[in-house]
């Protein structure tokens, strides 16, 4: 059987119209608010049925599955300007992760704080790129919530064995196993999706990965 991940990618202004005059707080409520109906609109268009706020439960480590659908593998992110939902039913663990290129990042602090030794040597080799580092953020990312671990995890502890030109890979760590990702530079982003890798009697067999964008 062929394993499938179907991604949709939007534009957050596409999805949320708030006003311009709403408080700091009031907004970032508001977004998250709208940011679930549009999870939720989504998978009920793929599960072909109305799927709402409750009919979701959350792991022991807070990740979110479909009460009635566990086998239904699905995660979501969003960055400043955009949202990402992955979904799939035949790949178990899935992670994602969408960073808009243009952030302001404090690459160097955050390198140090949060990347294995090799994924640093691996920047400098690709002379301290941007795209390189998000490519390695958005891996550690997808990962760790495809694992349900999430932060949990140490981000230095995790090498992700990410490439400066391929835009795939494995990774493993005792605690949570083996994952395989895919990283892709779509525009204004670098988005990243990650499953664990089960091997099949051919070795471990890459999913077929549908993006569609909004």
């Not at 979110?64 to 990402?84: C, G, M, R």
């Not at 302001?104 to 030794?117: D, K, M």
């Not at 932060?151 to 835009?167: C, P």
């Not at 070795?203 to 909004?214: D, E, V």
Request: proline residues 3%.
């Amino acid at each position: 059987m062929t394993k499938l991940i179907h991604i949709e990618v939007s534009r957050l202004e596409q999805m949320i119209q708030l006003p311009a005059d709403l408080e700091r707080k009031a907004k970032i409520q508001q977004q998250k608010q709208a940011i679930y109906q549009f999870r939720n609109q989504l998978l009920s268009q793929h599960m072909q049925r109305e799927i709402q706020n409750a009919d979701l439960s959350k792991t022991e480590y807070g990740k979110p599955y479909l009460t009635e659908f566990p086998q239904v593998a699905f995660n979501h992110s969003h960055s400043h300007k955009h949202y990402a939902l992955a979904l799939s039913h035949t790949v178990r663990q899935l992670g994602i992760d969408v960073e808009d290129l243009d952030r302001q990042v404090r690459f160097e602090t955050l390198a140090q704080h949060a990347f294995h030794p090799e994924e640093l040597h691996g920047w400098a080799e690709a002379e301290y790129s941007s795209e390189y580092w998000f490519k390695v953020w958005t891996t550690k990312e997808a990962v760790l919530k495809a694992s349900g671990l999430g932060i949990r995890l140490s981000l230095k502890e995790l090498n992700t064995h990410v490439h400066a030109i391929n835009h795939g890979g494995m990774c493993q760590h005792p605690e949570i196993g083996s994952f395989a990702y895919q990283n892709y530079h779509l525009g204004q982003i670098m988005l990243t999706v990650a499953w664990q890798a089960e091997p099949s009697c051919q070795g471990f067999q890459w999913p077929l990965i549908q993006i569609i964008q909004h």
